[in-house]
Structure formats: structure tokens, C-alpha cells
């Protein structure tokens, strides 16, 4: 599975942003799709996930109310509707896929993006 991420950029705070993510055709079926972001010098943490076919989301507290996370399996498009920025935000972002059911670990993705830099600043 390759996956595609853009939509990332410099922007203030308060700005939205909307990112998206490519896969291979087919690579959406039966996994679980995800967003996670790395702000340097931290872990990878999580930030939304959306489970097979669609309609079961997850997010991280602190995404929660302002971030939306969406796929369209058609084109095998995973998106993530950032609203309301914050400084905290910037980090690089990653989609990732898991074919396991409501995956609640970071190892249970296999397949990675190469990432996509979120920079919000005041």
C-alpha cells in the first residue's frame, strides 16, 4: 500500500487547513485509516482515526470538535478538515492504514505516508 500525503503549509492561527491522502488503488478496503502527527522532538502521536467502510470516527482529545477526519474509499482518499489552528498543531501529519479492526496501537499500522508539515504560527 502506498500512501500519498499534501495539503500541508504555513498558516496562521485560526486558519484551517484540509489535508489528503492518497492510496493505491484498492488500498482502502477492509482498513482502518488513520492520522497521526509528529511535532519534532515528540513522539508520533495519534490524531484521528476512521474505520472500514466509513461513518466510525475516532480523534484525540485535544483534535476533538475541531478536526474531521473523512475517507472516500471510491478514490481511495483519506482527508483530514483541520479548523481553529493552533500553535500545538504544528507538527508533521502522517496517514497511515491498519488492517486490523479498531486498532488501538501505533504498531498496528503497516503502511505509512511520508508525511506532510503543518507549520502554525501567530
Known amino acids: 500500500v502506498q500512501l500519498v500525503e499534501s495539503g500541508g503549509g504555513l498558516v496562521q492561527a485560526g486558519a484551517s487547513l484540509r489535508l489528503s491522502c492518497a492510496g493505491t488503488?484498492?488500498?482502502?478496503?477492509?482498513?482502518?485509516m488513520a492520522w497521526f502527527r509528529q511535532a519534532s522532538g515528540e513522539e508520533r502521536e495519534f490524531v484521528a482515526r476512521?474505520?472500514?467502510?466509513?461513518?466510525?470516527?475516532t480523534y484525540a482529545d485535544s483534535v476533538k470538535g475541531r478536526f474531521t477526519i473523512s475517507r472516500d474509499n471510491e478514490e481511495d482518499t483519506l482527508y483530514l478538515q483541520m479548523n481553529s489552528l493552533q500553535l500545538e498543531d504544528t507538527a508533521i501529519y502522517y496517514c497511515?492504514?491498519?488492517?486490523?479492526?479498531?486498532?488501538?496501537?501505533?504498531?498496528?499500522?503497516?503502511?505509512w505516508g511520508q508525511g506532510t508539515q503543518v507549520t502554525v504560527f501567530n
Open positions: 497511515a492504514a491498519s488492517s486490523n479492526w479498531r486498532p488501538t496501537a501505533i504498531s498496528e499500522y503497516g503502511d
Open positions: 476512521t474505520e472500514w467502510p466509513g461513518g466510525v470516527t
Open positions: 488503488r484498492g488500498s482502502f478496503v477492509s482498513h482502518t
